[in-house]
């Protein structure tokens, strides 16, 4: 599934956490490397709040953030609005062109509502929007290679006679010679301009703010993300020694937008590749690109977790279910990813290539059970204590597709089949067939570890830890390309580690002291 959090502005914050070594067994996704956990600032039932900030800096730049809170009905209910505005001009002239590329330019919104009608029920719904649109990263050409196939085609080369003959049969060219000429021609006039850029960015200085970009209309990322989490909380009844809450967190992601960049740093020619999976709309106009923003990608989750202690802290323990569900936007009309690369000399009309099948349905699900515990033996050991907890994963993958062809004339990329009549240059577009993937994965997390305090200011620790993360599924037209594939399996790490923690003073002085010991082990790395 896709989760478009990452990238986002951090502002009006309650608190930031990182958390190293494997996650899932206390909530959540799986994770094999960490989670960063972000809470925003909660609205405050009784007092109005109002905060803000505002920097200031060269290139144009300017951030401000703005947060108000207020009750509503007080002790039971209150909202808490915050902005945040994130601007930098570009510093990358496209020559040719008054357009940089480089820059930032973003908001975001997020509007808190905490209601809590009595002191065992607490509920907090969070919309959160975030909107870019600043032209996109810059890219220099700084060398080539002189053996390079295409850029040492001799004249009488057969390389181009299969799309020179369907061009000459559609009309596009008068002759295959003349249309392997044209590419040719092309071809030597990259060559050159990639010698003359890798002599030009070698000067170094002003000139690596410079780029050779040709066409900068295409250079913008653009996207919207949404969220909206809802988050329970029920305190319930005391039974003898042990206390229970019960949490549910409901949440939806949705996502669009579009990036275009030119990856070689020269004109459009050299390879120039539009989207970036985020609910794309490319399609193509003749031999330009058209593209905006499409239906988007949607990303729902669901988490019931049940959470208490025994004699006090004696038995603190979690348990709980997390599902997600990523359902695949069927769109008949665009592709997500377009490029033009050399030109356009392997196309027929010299023109832009889906990178990308359209894709017709499929889905992203994840569902798991974990629990972990902690058991404090003050009294049999005063300051040990043994954690344990475990997580079983599911993740089941479907994703079904149409081949995309181009229709030489119009250029307009269609779920279809494309055929040329070599005598007429006729051309029929036949539907192309329903291609499926399927992908099922699981896999286990566990935690398991030993502190001792032995005394208030020293730790002393043991741990060992297995994360997983699940497989998926490409839509790409990469088939052949080295270590691409379609299915690619599970990721699985397990690792050791001890250490000391220790809080020590020397006279007016106090410091602390980390020490450890750890091994990880990767199996199946994505």
């Known amino acids: 599934g896709y989760d478009g959090s990452a990238g986002q502005s951090l502002y009006d914050l309650e608190s930031v956490q990182v958390l190293k070594g494997p996650q899932g067994t ?22 109005f709040q109002a905060n803000g900030t505002l920097t200031v800096g060269s290139l144009g730049y300017f951030q401000g953030t703005l947060a108000v809170s207020v009750p509503i009905i007080e002790d039971v209910l209150a909202v808490r609005v915050a902005a945040n505005y994130n601007h930098r001009n570009g510093y990358t002239k496209i020559i040719g062109s008054d357009k940089r ?32 649109n600043q032209t996109s990263s810059s890219y ?3 060398g080539y290679s002189d053996s390079f196939g295409l850029f040492n085609l001799p004249a009488n080369t057969t390389f181009f006679d299969r799309v020179c003959g369907q061009a000459v049969a559609v009309g596009l060219s008068p002759s295959a010679s003349a249309c392997t000429a044209e590419r040719l021609g092309i071809l030597a006039s990259l060559k050159a301009d990639v010698e003359a ?75 120039m590749y539009i989207g970036v999976g985020s609910g794309l709309a490319g399609n193509q106009a003749g ?30 323990f979690v348990a709980g279910y997390y599902y997600q569900h990523a359902p695949s936007t069927p769109d008949f009309t665009n592709v997500g990813g377009i490029q033009k690369t050399l030109g356009g000399v392997t196309t027929v009309n010299l023109g832009f290539s889906p990178t990308r099948s359209f894709i017709v349905g499929g889905r992203a699900n994840q569902s798991a059970f974990y629990g972990q515990a902690t058991l404090g033996l003050d ?57 499926s993937q399927i992908l099922k994965t699981s896999g286990t997390n566990y935690n398991f570890s030993i502190d001792y305090k032995v005394s208030p200011g020293l730790l002393v620790y043991v741990s060992t830890r297995k994360g ?8 790409s037209l990469a088939v052949g390309a080295p270590s691409f594939q379609l299915q690619y399996g599970s990721e699985t790490i397990k690792d050791l580690e001890g250490g000391l923690k220790w809080d020590f003073n020397l006279g007016d002085t106090s410091g602390r002291l980390n020490l450890a010991a750890y091994e990880a082990e990767y199996s199946g790395i994505q």
């Open 197 to 271: 850029e890798v002599e030009r960015v070698a000067k170094g200085g002003k000139e690596l703010r410079r780029v050779n970009t040709g066409n900068s209309n295409y250079f913008q990322d653009r996207s919207t993300h949404q969220t909206i989490v809802n988050r329970t909380e029920l305190t319930l009844p005391d039974i003898g020694p042990l206390e229970l809450q019960l949490k549910n967190i409901f949440g939806y992601q949705t996502t669009k937008g579009y990036s275009g960049v030119n990856v070689g740093g020269i004109d459009e020619i050299l390879n």
């Open 287 to 316: 031999r330009e690109a058209v593209i905006s923003t499409g239906p988007g990608e949607k990303f729902y989750s669901n988490e019931t977790q049940i959470s208490g202690n025994l004699f006090g802290d004696r038995l603190v």
């Open 468 to 475: 997983y993360v699940p497989g998926g599924l490409n839509n």
């Open 379 to 435: 009294g049999l050991v005063d300051g040990l204590s043994l954690t344990g907890g475990v997580r079983r994963t599911k993740d089941d993958f479907i994703l079904r597709t149409q081949a995309a062809g181009v229709h030489p004339l119009t250029g307009v990329i269609s779920p279809s089949i494309v055929t040329i009549d070599p005598a007429t240059g006729d051309v029929t577009l036949t539907p192309s067939p329903v291609a």
């Open 26 to 47: 206390l909530f959540g996704r799986t994770t094999t490397a960490g989670a960063v956990l972000v809470t925003p600032a909660a609205p405050d039932l009784n007092n």
């Open 101 to 132: 590329l480089d820059e930032l330019n973003n908001q975001s919104q997020r509007v808190s509502v905490l209601f809590q009608p009595a002191s065992w029920l607490k509920n907090t719904t969070i919309y959160d929007r975030f909107h870019t």
């Open 140 to 142: 220099l050409t700084v």
